[in-house]
């Protein structure tokens, strides 16, 4: 059965940093691509970074380029999203996602989610 268990979300002041993980389990983890996903109440979720399993290339969304970086560690079968400089527009649910594929910025895409964690940047 396969796990993505996100952490690592919280409330956090305008121009602050915030370090998200996913932990998985079930996958043959470096085998697969990974991305952060993010969604706001009212909002259609929205692709954020995504990570290649192998040679480590990754994608960032242009809202988030230069102030976030997606990482992962295929030996802890762990992604993180470093979040710096955060904005209150980038408060959402921010969900980890597993594709059994190349890079892409499409949800529909993914194979596997989280369940969410909550970031809430007041201004």
């Known amino acids: 059965q396969v796990h993505l268990v996100e952490s690592g979300g919280g409330l956090v002041q305008a121009g602050g940093s915030l370090r998200l993980s996913c932990a998985t389990s079930?996958?043959?983890?470096?085998?697969?691509?990974m991305g952060w996903f993010r969604q706001a109440p009212g909002k259609e979720r929205e692709f954020v970074a995504a990570?290649?399993?192998?040679?480590?290339?990754?994608i960032h969304a242009d809202s988030v380029e230069g102030r976030f970086t997606i990482s992962r560690d295929n030996t802890k079968n762990t992604v993180s999203l470093q979040m710096n400089v955060l904005k209150p527009e980038d408060t959402a649910v921010y969900y980890c996602?597993?594709?059994?594929?190349?890079?892409?910025?499409?949800?529909?895409?993914?194979?596997?989610w989280g369940q969410g964690t909550q970031v809430t940047v007041s201004s």
């Open positions: 996602a597993a594709r059994s594929g190349g890079l892409s910025s499409l949800v529909v895409y993914y194979d596997y």
């Open positions: 079930g996958i043959t983890f470096s085998s697969y691509a």
């Open positions: 990570i290649k399993w192998r040679s480590g290339g990754t």
